[in-house]
């Protein structure tokens, strides 16, 4: 049983290891330094994570020998693992384009990661009601505008843009994201049920604006 002298102890840890709600899953290293942010909470989310923290060593030491293509593989998987911002990536992938080792894989890679930092941002901005329905409308727009992320936030970004298509009545552009989180969930233990609710919600869009 814990003491309440060890629960007072680590009463500030999730803000301390970068955290802001619940649940918050990272990966920590024997000293307790966060290695690795996970989001996505399934197991091949959790397997690309390991991947990503097994590969990391070995592309820093090709990178530093000047291997280009490993250095925008170390890009991506520090990107994959959350230890970069939106500034620090964005700075790096200038970078990584200008050595010319970016082909068309690694690009669709390499924007998606960074769409992905951006909702973060956003989502991290989004601490009162009226933000959260902003930032879940300016998900839908990117979602139209068709830049998606990958990685951490996409599962929450399709919904945020889910919510948003809702309380306009675009049944379409919930038809997508529903469909990217389907793919998403699958598999899942509980997620039945949470679809079947989203693709009712999507019949009664549908009925009412014909499909817009």
């Known amino acids: 049983m814990t ?5 007072d102890k680590y009463q500030g840890l999730l803000r301390e290891k970068g955290g802001r709600g619940f649940p918050y899953l990272v990966f920590m290293d024997a000293e307790g330094e966060v290695t690795a942010k996970q989001g996505e909470r399934t197991v091949a989310a ?6 990503a923290l097994s590969a990391v060593a070995d592309l820093q030491k090709k990178a530093t020998a ?3 293509v490993a250095t925008v593989d170390l890009l991506l998987a520090e990107m ?8 620090a990536a964005k700075a790096r992938a200038e ?3 200008a050595l010319g080792a970016l082909d068309g894989e690694r690009k669709q890679k390499l924007d998606g990661a960074l769409i992905g930092l951006e ?4 989502m991290a901005g989004a601490r009162t009601r009226e933000a959260a329905a902003e930032m879940a409308e300016k998900c839908l727009a990117m979602l ?14 399709y919904l945020q843009a889910m919510s948003a298509a809702e309380k306009v009545n675009d049944a379409k552009t919930y038809e997508t994201a529903l469909g990217a989180v389907e793919k998403m969930m699958a598999g899942q233990q509980g997620a039945e049920a949470m679809l079947k609710r989203f693709r009712e919600t999507l019949e009664k869009l549908k009925a009412g604006d014909g499909g817009k």
Not at 119 to 122: G, K, P, T
């Open 46 to 51: 959790f397997q690309a994570t390991l991947s």
């Open 3 to 7: 003491s309440q002298v060890e629960t």
């Open 95 to 97: 970078k990584a384009l």
């Open 144 to 157: 139209k505008e068709g830049r998606v992320p990958t990685g951490r936030v996409a599962r929450t970004f």
């Open 80 to 87: 994959t693992l959350g230890r970069l911002d939106l500034a």
């Open 119 to 122: 909702v973060e941002d956003l």
């Open 66 to 68: 000047g291997d280009k």
